[in-house]
């Protein structure tokens, strides 16, 4: 199974000291897939690391819906973790990109 990864930090400063506040995954397929809540306080930034294993679609927001044609959201290629500044209170959502 394809599977999307993150963690949480509290903010930038506290990813070099490794101690993720959340942790998570959201299975990737054919269907858009969402994700626990950020944890905290809501319009608080939060420093995510996501990765996925295969290529996929990614997006948030408090109700997000990832598409497959490319209109909304980030491509993410396998095994090609990258980090965003995400609000707390907000959700992610996959799709797998074929």
Do not use: K
């Amino acid at each position: 199974m394809a599977t999307l990864y993150f963690c949480v930090w509290e903010d930038a400063g506290m990813v070099a000291l490794g101690q993720p506040i959340q942790e998570g995954t959201i299975a990737i397929g054919g269907a858009s897939a969402q994700g626990a809540v950020i944890s905290g306080s809501p319009r608080r930034p939060r420093r995510v690391r996501i990765f996925c294993d295969v290529d996929a679609f990614v997006t948030w927001g408090e109700d997000p819906t990832a598409v497959n044609d490319g209109s909304d959201g980030r491509p993410m290629g396998s095994e090609n973790p990258e980090y965003w500044d995400l609000e707390a209170g907000h959700r992610i959502a996959v799709i797998e990109r074929v």
